[in-house]
Nanobody, 123 residues
Framework: QVQLVESGGGLVQAGGSLRLSCAAS????????MGWFRQAPGKEREFVAA????????KYGDSVKGRFTISRGNAKNTVYLQMNSLKPEDTAVYYC????????????????WGQGTQVTISS
């Protein structure tokens, strides 16, 4: 069992930056692939970024490529999402996800979810 707790969300002006963190419980964190998803009001939850268990491979959604960076610190049981050049359309609740098998790039690949953290970008 893995419990995920996100933090770092908030209100930022367009063009600004935020760093989200996702702290995971459990001694097996380093064996899980991790990812971030987001859900805006009235929209489906969408893939943002994912990282392999060892941090060696990353994937990004098309809308965030070149602006967001995912990383992980296995010693701290934490995965990060650095978000730069933020746009109003990045406004959403951001969710952390863990997968025992593959990098979670789709909803069905995630085995565990965090509760989400709100990110609001003002224009």
């Amino acid at each position: 069992q893995v419990q995920l707790v996100e933090s770092g969300g908030g209100l930022v002006q367009a063009g600004g930056s935020l760093r989200l963190s996702c702290a995971a419980s459990g001694r097996t964190f380093s064996t899980y692939a991790m990812g971030w998803f987001r859900q805006a009001p009235g929209k489906e939850r969408e893939f943002v970024a994912a990282v392999s268990w060892d941090g060696g491979t990353t994937k990004y959604g098309d809308s965030v490529k070149g602006r967001f960076t995912i990383s992980r610190g296995n010693a701290k049981n934490t995965v990060y999402l650095q978000m730069n050049s933020l746009k109003p359309e990045d406004t959403a609740v951001y969710y952390c996800a863990a997968s025992r098998v593959r990098m979670p790039t789709t909803l069905d690949l995630a085995d565990y979810w965090g509760q989400g953290t709100q990110v609001t970008i003002s224009s």
